[in-house]
């Protein structure tokens, strides 16, 4: 099952170009030009990983970011033009999982996707269980009070 990105961004031409970028990389693309609908198909679809742009007339990244964290975990990748460390704090401070300046070389965007993917299946695929140690042995041992 190929890896679902939904991208949100109130330009266009961006979510076009990321779509089309991303295609070509074998992932399953959704794009959104208005955050409020982005938030909703977050819920409905339930990507691998959201692509977030932090300036949006409707609602900012900050809103967008804090409204998916109210019903999931899902990776969200912030990409923006703004280059502040002060920023980039705050929006992985609200729920954020990684942050990325544009333009970005596609290379690098799609390793950091594949990264996010990677990490949340391990979480996901966490043994439920507790695991018991591996003995050699068969012989229970000695019962010590």
Known sequence: MPTKILVIDDDIAITELMS???KTHGFDVVTSNVSTEGVELAQKIYPNVVLLDLMMPDMDGWQVCSAI???SNIPILILSAINNPTIIASILDAGADDYLVKPVPSSVL???IRKMVRQTDV??????KKIVPFRSNTQPLPFRP
């Not at 979480?123 to 439920?128: C, I, L, R, S, V």
């Open 123 to 128: 979480f996901e695929n966490e043994p439920k």
């Open 69 to 71: 964290r109210t019903f």
């Open 20 to 22: 089309m970028l991303l």
């Open 110 to 112: 799609v390793a950091h």
